[in-house]
């Protein structure tokens, strides 16, 4: 299967109410493009963008002609599949990342490191809050400040002109 883009679909014309569709959303192109995109790991709206379908159009469709979205979910399984394979390959040339890798994801193991911090001697670390008066602080800030510019302007003053 290959991913075709939107150009390449021959148009389809329903003449039912409203304006006619422009592509058969339950036809064989449509649906191999949307497995093929899933396949290869685009999501809905990748897939989408990539046919040029609004969002909306994609919605109602959707719900329209369920085929679409089961061929969505057969393109995914598709590919799960595929990568499965490879997994499996690197697993049998004894290659031991790709082990943990699998058993990680699909095999329910997983890798915890637990660390724990204690305080002096293992007693509980001592927590002290300090809290400070920002009102104070500010005043205290601007008097530094005020007192370093009088001193400038101190050290100006006496200089001869």
């Known amino acids: 299967m290959e991913f075709r883009a939107y150009r390449d679909f021959k148009p389809y014309r329903d003449r039912g109410k409203g304006r006619p569709a422009d592509y058969d959303y339950n036809g064989d192109d449509m649906l191999n493009a949307i497995t093929d995109g899933a396949m290869k790991g685009l999501t809905k709206t990748q897939i989408r963008d990539s046919l040029h379908i ?6 109602k469709n959707q719900v329209k002609y369920p085929a679409m979205m089961e061929a969505y979910k057969l393109g995914r399984a598709l590919g799960t599949e595929r990568a499965a394979e490879v997994v499996a ?14 058993l990680d994801k699909k095999g329910g193991w997983n890798q915890t490191h637990s660390v724990e911090i204690s305080g002096k001697e293992g007693k509980p670390i001592a927590v002290e809050t300090r ?25 100006h003053r006496d200089e001869p002109k």
Do not use: C, H, P
């Open 54 to 59: 609004k969002k909306s159009t994609w919605d």
């Open 89 to 102: 390959k690197f697993i049998e040339q004894g290659d031991l990342s790709a082990a943990k890798y699998y």
């Open 131 to 155: 809290y400070t008066d920002i009102d104070e602080m500010m005043k205290t800030r601007y008097r530094e400040i005020f007192n370093k510019d009088k001193e400038v302007e101190d050290e």
